[in-house]
């Protein structure tokens, strides 16, 4: 289980800080109860406008304290992509970033999947080290790290893995 840092919803974190309004939080609210689908609500509030990708970041910072990785600013090592396959990685929206020991540090967009982050311990045997990061973000870095040439046709493919889950 997760803790949270500051005992507000992640809503009002928005509200406070004045990246929302009260009126676009409660249609997303409604949304989402409405919804068929698990929909986050910094989800809705992004595909609806309201917010962009950071504005979820920074609620999520404040709200659990997890450390922000500005990803696409970040040179990451392509040999930390064996550790993980593709599938697993687009799946959850996670990529390794960086391994000193036997500690592994992700970026991920939603660091309260607590199985998910199990099952990274089980695969990599690695204790797990977690930064949030823009679902954008996280997709680019995929694309630009799992791809590589084929010696054939010179064209850019990505990579296939099998997934281990």
Not at 81 to 106: D, H, R, T, W
Request: glycine fraction near 4%.
């Amino acid at each position: 289980m997760v803790l949270k840092k500051v005992d507000k919803y992640f809503g009002d974190i928005l509200i406070h800080s004045g990246r929302l309004d009260k009126e676009r939080l409660q249609y997303a609210l409604s949304l989402q109860r409405s919804s068929k689908t698990c929909l986050l609500t910094g989800q809705i509030l992004v595909s609806s406008g309201y917010i962009k990708e950071e504005d979820v970041m920074v609620g999520l910072t404040v709200q659990y304290g997890f450390p922000f990785l500005p990803l696409d600013e970040y040179e990451v090592d392509k040999s930390l992509m064996s550790m993980l396959p593709i599938e697993f990685a687009q799946k959850y929206n996670i990529v390794p970033v960086e391994k000193i020991g036997n500690s592994l540090s992700i970026a991920m967009v939603n660091p309260l999947e607590r199985e998910v982050i199990e099952e990274i311990r089980d695969i990599t045997n690695c204790h797990v080290t977690v930064f949030i990061c823009t679902q954008s973000a996280i997709r680019n870095k995929i694309k630009l790290l799992y791809k590589h040439e084929d010696k054939h046709s010179g064209n850019i493919t990505i990579a296939k893995r099998e997934v281990l889950v």
